[in-house]
């Protein structure tokens, strides 16, 4: 078969012929390829279509726009890769980019700002699976001289020379605003307008980061306080107010309720009222420490504002905060990495950092405290 082909081309008259002007227009073909890839690489080729977003003011702002050293990296430095299987791939999924300019899905700033997030994930997603191959064309691990960096660089980066993580783990946002202040807005008026519609039925869960239950469904004669998060029982609903119950354990003479035996995270904190009126179900003895642990039950009055139908989408709302805005400046850490007393310093400290409101940040500091590792197994 080979044979046969080499054969019918090293003959000669037309066969040749072809072959010739194959070879040459194929060497014109490459060169014009060549120089169309390059056009389609520059500065004034992507923002020929980004112009009318806001992505190159954005740029135009950053530091590799413009700098101290004068040196710019420009939108294809970071957004296609140099090696050619990798570039080729960009360059066909790119097609797909035309394909929505054609039908103007992100050609005004609103319609932009609604795909923002989706387009911002893409990108991170290429990156962490490329190990941030194209940041690492300027900036290497090599060349970069960590001790004339901030104590604070300097500690992060040793997470990068470990390889543990990488530049986009941590350095999201360098070239535009991050897109997340409007999402965690959107997302928290889309769970309170799913919540404000929906029927409570036998059970519900606390949706503020703190809710007052009192004794009478006005507001007045406070039992406890009850923490985002934790399930109730609903007795009844009348008008503005649910009559509900909240379950857990207590300790002898404490004034938390607890999510379990033996399990000291929060759901509830008593006021002498609510000790008073909590009702007892079972007791059991903690060897160690010897105390005794009582199962409780606790019955009162909480806004409906302050409670949602279903626990299971209440956690997911939470989550997705969480996903989202703790894998901003370094990869999420497993809840069970630190005890409870270690989690809330770290919580603390992310308070300046974190683009979620505090409101947002205490629901996902519950969560993620009531997945810390037990202070009793880290004893
Ligand atoms: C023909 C107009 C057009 C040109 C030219 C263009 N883009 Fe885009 N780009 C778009 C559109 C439209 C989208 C949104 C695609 C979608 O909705 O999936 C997009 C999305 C993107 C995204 C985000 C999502 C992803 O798939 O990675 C990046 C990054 C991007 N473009 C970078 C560039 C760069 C860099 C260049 C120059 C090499 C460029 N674009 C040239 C129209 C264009
Ligand atoms: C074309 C080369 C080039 C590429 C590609 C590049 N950078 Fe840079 N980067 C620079 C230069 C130049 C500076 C500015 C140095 C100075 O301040 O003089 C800089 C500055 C920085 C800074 C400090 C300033 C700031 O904005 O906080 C960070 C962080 C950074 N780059 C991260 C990245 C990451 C992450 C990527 C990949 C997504 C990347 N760079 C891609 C050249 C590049
Ligand atoms: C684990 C998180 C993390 C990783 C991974 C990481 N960085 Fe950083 N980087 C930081 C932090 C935090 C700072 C300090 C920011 C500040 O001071 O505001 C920083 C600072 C920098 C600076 C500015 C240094 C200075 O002192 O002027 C540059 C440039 C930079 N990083 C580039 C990179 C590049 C490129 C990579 C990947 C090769 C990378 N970083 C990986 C967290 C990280
Ligand atoms: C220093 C690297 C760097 C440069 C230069 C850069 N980008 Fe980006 N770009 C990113 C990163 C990283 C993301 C992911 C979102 C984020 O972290 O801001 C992104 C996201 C995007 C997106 C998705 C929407 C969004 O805002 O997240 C578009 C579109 C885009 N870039 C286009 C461009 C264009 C056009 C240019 C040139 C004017 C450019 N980029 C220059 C690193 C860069
Ligand atoms: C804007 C960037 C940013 C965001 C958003 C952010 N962090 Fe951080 N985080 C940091 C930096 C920087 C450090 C290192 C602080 C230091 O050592 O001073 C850090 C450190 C931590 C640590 C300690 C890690 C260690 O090894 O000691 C934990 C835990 C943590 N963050 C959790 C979170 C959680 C949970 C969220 C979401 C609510 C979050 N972070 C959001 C920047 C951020």
Redesign the pocket.
Known sequence: MVKRAFKWLSGTGPRSLVLGIGIVAGIIGWGGFNTFMEYTNSYEFCTSCHEMSVVKGEYQESAHAHNPSGVPAICSDCHVPKPWGAKLVRKIMATKELYHWALGTIDTPEKFEQHRMQLANKVWDTMEKSDSRECRNCHTNETMLTDKQTS?AQ??HKKLMSGEQTCINCHKGIAHKLPVESLYAKMEAEYQTETNNSQLADKAVVILPEAEMTATPDGEDPLATLYGGTPLMVVKQEGDWVQVTSEGWDREEGSQIFIDFNRAVALAKMNFDGMDRVEKIESRLEPEYELTWNRIKLTGWVPRAAVGPSEERFWEYVTDL?EV??N???KT?PRDKWIMFDWRN??K??RR????SQEQ?QL?SNW?LRGARNDAEAD
């Open positions: 604070l500690k992060m969480h805005d703790c901003l400046c370094h850490y770290n919580l400290e992310m950092y974190t683009k979620l940040l996902v993620v």
